[in-house]
């Protein structure tokens, strides 16, 4: 996944915490060998390199397909799964190394989940162009994670991988579980969440920026420019029922730059956005 | 996107992760911010019978909570006293006139009656502000600061406690220090130790103000023995050094073979009617205490039982005993009972009265609260959650209190009358703690 994963759990003996972990970590590193995007022979990487022929997938993987495809949608464009070539033109890296235009331009013609065919279970994309599940990854795989915690056990359990967690139920012993959101800046909590039901997740990196004159250039990039989003918020947490509804309406409300708080007040969800 | 559009995306967002995650129905979000505020509020009235002393006291504790630990705890207490409160000297078969603690008037207390001074009256206020914070993993430092300012009495002390956690956090260790200077200015001045009371107006026997110091050191240990279980033990010492009168309290100069009070003849503005001395302390006083608790723990129940003993260098011992029960009442409800024995031993200068003639003591106060007492205090708390889910509780508790003066010490008359009458008191308070 990238980052630090842990299972809290409150349960009598360690044997059955080893036990739910052992069966929490084989999820996630199912669902990482299966959607990472750095492993060869995993059904994103035939995709990626199909050349323009047509690749039949398995049906978890259509779905995550059809979840994106709807993303896409919803968002008019934001969110695409396809964006991610655009990283060969944008390291955020802290220095003021801003990419040419034509540099930008050359490969945003490979990026617009539109310009493939998506017929479950058959999808077909020009030559050169590439998915990349990882916007979905880590949320989906902490929601699949609390799904088979819930039928193994009625205990409670909170299941964090890189600040995406979500949790079963409250613990006994306290009435929530208490969560930090971290101001990035000061590597410190700056409010904490009492949490008893549902997931959180957070989107944003301040520490991941360009700058040049004057303007600073946020690592978020909007697909249909080709750009960062102007006003990006630093970071932003959204509590919602499940990791991947927090997960995706934290990323979307980035996209959105300046108006990050008047696209969240819309949805009925509680967020809270730095600036 | 239009408004109606962005609205519906978190309603097309759940029917897609639905599908995504298959027909299971996920529980639907709770999260709340954590309060950062924690306020408790309570107002108490203690009460002691026969027009004692009534006091009123309303407090706020008020926590700000920040992250990490961090806590910010700011105290506010405002005390209203008022009634009578014993002067120190002994009832007589006839009436007596005493000369107020100020020197400025005279009151006069019927026959058979035990001397109160009348006059005791008093706001007091004080604050408390406290910063505490965890050091590294397992410790954490707290520092704090107070002030209070009564009419005649000023208080300043800082204090400091250091904590650190060992054996998975089962066993905390501590430390603490606190030092405190208090000035005491009472009117007209603090009267000469053992100085006769004098007619009204004449001062010659009051200085100015006086100072003291307090020094409390405390070392602490708690462990958790089991999932139910944990106590705790406390030792601490503490040294006073100064003016440690009360200048408020006298005692009676009585004949060595009736006991009564020698008379005395007032002056043409007014006196009292027999001989009293002001009490005289010594100027330095050093406690040990040994404090030890345990707290027993089972389905909500609460068993909390505590013993301390005191000794100082005044030859006061005493021995505290104190039982909580804490009883769930449904689910948001408890009644706690409370008993608290505790018993002491005289100081070495607590006499009843000083003899007429006899070498003067160094040191002597016939203050009740220095004297040989057992006292019982036995309660009921109830409280329980609001709809908003704060905490209120109502407590009413009784305390009794009874002494005794050591045989050798009452002379003749002395014997008839009620030297030490038994003290009854009531204790009700009411708290709020909420958060926000």
């Known amino acids: ?275 | 996107m239009s408004r109606s559009k962005e609205r519906s995306i978190s309603v097309a967002l759940a029917t897609a992760t639905c599908g995504l995650l298959g027909s299971s129905i996920p529980a639907v979000v709770d999260a709340q911010e954590e309060p950062n505020w924690d306020i408790n509020t309570s107002l108490l009235y203690y009460g002691e019978d026969e027009d004692r002393v009534q006091e009123f006291s309303l407090k706020a504790i008020i926590r700000r909570l920040y992250t990490d630990d961090r806590v910010f705890t700011f105290g506010l207490t405002i005390d209203g006293l008022t009634g009578a409160s014993p002067s120190g000297a002994i009832p007589l078969d006839s009436p007596q006139t005493i000369t107020n603690a100020s020197g400025n008037s005279v009151y006069t207390v019927p026959a058979g009656e035990l001397p109160l001074d009348e006059e005791f009256r008093d706001t007091r206020v004080a604050i408390t502000a406290n910063w505490q914070q965890p050091v590294g993993e397992s410790s954490q430092v707290n520092i704090g600061a107070s002030a209070s300012k009564e009419y005649d009495y000023l208080h300043f002390g800082l204090s400091g406690r250091f904590s650190k956690d060992f054996n998975k956090r089962n066993t905390t260790v501590s430390a603490g220090f606190a030092v405190a200077s208090d000035e005491n200015d009472p009117e007209g001045g603090a009267p000469i130790p053992l100085s006769s009371l004098l007619d009204i107006g004449d001062l010659s026997n009051h200085l100015g103000t006086d100072d003291k110091d307090i020094v409390d050191v405390v070392l602490g240990v708690s462990q958790v023995i089991s999932r139910n279980l944990v106590v705790q033990a406390n030792y601490s010492f503490s040294n006073e050094s100064g003016y440690l009168n009360n200048p408020f309290k006298i005692l009676s100069v009585v004949d060595a073979t009736t006991g009564d009070t020698i008379s005395r003849v007032a002056g043409p503005g007014g006196g009292p009617s027999h001989e009293f001395l002001f009490e005289n302390r010594p100027n330095d006083r050093s406690k040990q205490s040994l404090y030890t608790q345990a707290k027993y723990y089972m389905d909500g129940n609460v068993l909390d039982a505590s013993y301390r003993y005191m000794t100082d260098d005044w030859e006061i011992d005493s021995h505290t005993i104190d039982l909580r029960y804490r009883w769930p009442v449904g689910n948001d409800k408890y009644l706690e009972p409370h008993l608290r024995f505790y018993t002491q031993t005289e100081a070495e200068f607590y006499r009843l009265s000083i003899i007429d003639g006899a070498p003067l003591p160094v040191y002597a106060s016939s203050d009740y609260r220095l004297g040989d007492f057992d006292a019982m205090t036995a309660g009921l708390k109830f409280g329980w959650k609001t709809s908003d889910n704060n905490d209120m509780s109502v407590r009413v508790e009784l305390y009794q209190q009874s002494g005794s003066i050591p045989g050798g010490q009452i002379i003749g008359n002395q014997a008839a009358r009620n030297n030490y009458p038994d003290l009854n008191a009531i204790i009700a308070q009411f708290s709020y703690r909420f958060k926000r």
């Open chain 1, 1 to 275: 996944m990238g980052s630090p994963c842990e299972l809290l759990c409150e349960l009598e003996s360690s044997r059955d915490a080893e036990m739910m972990t052992a069966i929490v970590a084989a999820e996630a590193w199912r669902i990482e060998e299966k959607l990472s995007r750095y492993i060869d022979g995993n059904i994103i990487h035939q995709i990626n390199s199909a050349n323009g022929k047509p690749v039949e997938v398995d049906s978890e993987t259509a779905q995550l397909l059809d979840f994106a495809e709807t993303l896409f949608s919803l968002s008019e464009g934001a969110f695409d799964i396809t964006s991610g070539v655009l990283r060969g033109a944008w390291t955020f890296d802290g220095s003021d190394n801003i990419p040419a235009r034509p540099e930008v331009e050359a490969l945003l013609i490979h990026v617009g989940w539109d310009k493939g065919n998506w017929q479950s279970p058959v999808l077909t994309l020009p030559g050169n162009m590439e998915i990349d599940l990882g916007g979905i990854g880590k949320e989906y795989a902490v929601d699949r994670a609390v799904n088979i915690l819930r039928a193994d056990s009625d205990k409670p359990f909170l299941v964090n991988f890189g600040g995406d967690l979500a949790v079963t139920g409250p613990p006994q012993a306290r009435k929530a579980w208490t969560v930090g959101i971290e101001a990035v800046e000061q590597g410190e909590a700056t409010q904490l969440i009492e949490l008893r039901q549902g997931a959180l997740a957070t989107s944003g990196d301040a520490r991941r920026f360009l700058k040049r004159d004057g303007v600073r250039y946020g690592h978020v990039i909007d697909p249909r420019t080709g750009w960062p989003v102007e006003e990006a918020a630093s970071s932003i947490t959204v509590a919602a029922d499940t990791c991947t509804q927090a997960g995706m309406l934290s990323t979307l409300a980035m996209l959105k730059g300046a108006s990050a708080e008047s696209f969240l007040d819309k949805q009925s969800e509680q967020y809270w956005c730095h600036r």
